[in-house]
């Protein structure tokens, strides 16, 4: 009974955390929490946040989730419809960008996926060469920047993954 009761509660506590929101190799559309109607999505190469209206729009919204370029235990962004294109932060600012063999890319193109920072059952999504900073939107547009614990961050700062 004991024994039972220890898997059942560790099976609970496991599937409560971000790890259990995503599968590698699956595309993926990431939903505003604050904003239900609009996707972070590329444009020009720059992540922004817009309402996906067209099929363009959807693909530009989608992304395939790999493992970290920097850390297999982190996640990196691949469009799926620039293949060998990732999601990256530069100079503060979210772009798409294509894959270059140095260190620098790679850190800058891998994050940690953790529980919501505004609701447990969205995602906040952490830099991994900037540790503390989060995928946000202000202004409509996609940046990194550092968590300070407001409101309003914690609302820009969550995403809802949306399976494609």
């Known amino acids: 009974m004991?024994?039972?009761?220890?898997?059942?509660?560790?099976?609970?506590?496991?599937?409560?955390?971000?790890?259990?929101?995503?599968?590698?190799?699956?595309?993926?559309?990431?939903?505003?929490?604050?904003?239900?109607?609009?996707?972070?999505?590329?444009?020009?190469?720059?992540?922004?946040?817009?309402?996906?209206?067209?099929?363009?729009?959807?693909?530009d919204g989608s992304f395939k989730i790999v493992k970290g370029l920097s850390d297999p235990k982190g996640v990196s962004f691949e469009s799926v419809n620039f293949s060998g294109y990732f999601l990256k932060h530069s100079s503060y600012k979210m772009v798409l960008a294509k894959f270059e063999e140095n260190e620098t890319y790679k850190n800058d193109a891998t994050f940690y996926?953790?529980?919501?920072?505004?609701?447990?059952?969205?995602?906040?999504?952490?830099?991994?060469?900037?540790?503390?900073?989060?995928?946000?939107?202000?202004?409509?547009?996609?940046?990194?920047s550092e968590n300070d614990d407001s409101e309003i961050f914690s609302k820009d700062a969550s995403f809802f993954l949306e399976k494609r």
Do not use: Q, W
């Open 2 to 59: 004991k024994r039972t009761v220890l898997i059942i509660l560790v099976f609970f506590t496991l599937s409560s955390c971000s790890f259990f929101k995503f599968s590698y190799d699956k595309t993926y559309s990431f939903r505003s929490y604050n904003f239900p109607e609009m996707y972070m999505r590329h444009s020009y190469y720059n992540a922004i946040l817009t309402v996906l209206n067209t099929e363009i729009d959807v693909n």
């Open 113 to 144: 996926i953790r529980d919501g920072l505004a609701d447990k059952k969205s995602v906040s999504i952490e830099s991994y060469s900037f540790p503390g900073y989060f995928i946000r939107h202000a202004n409509f547009e996609a940046i990194i």
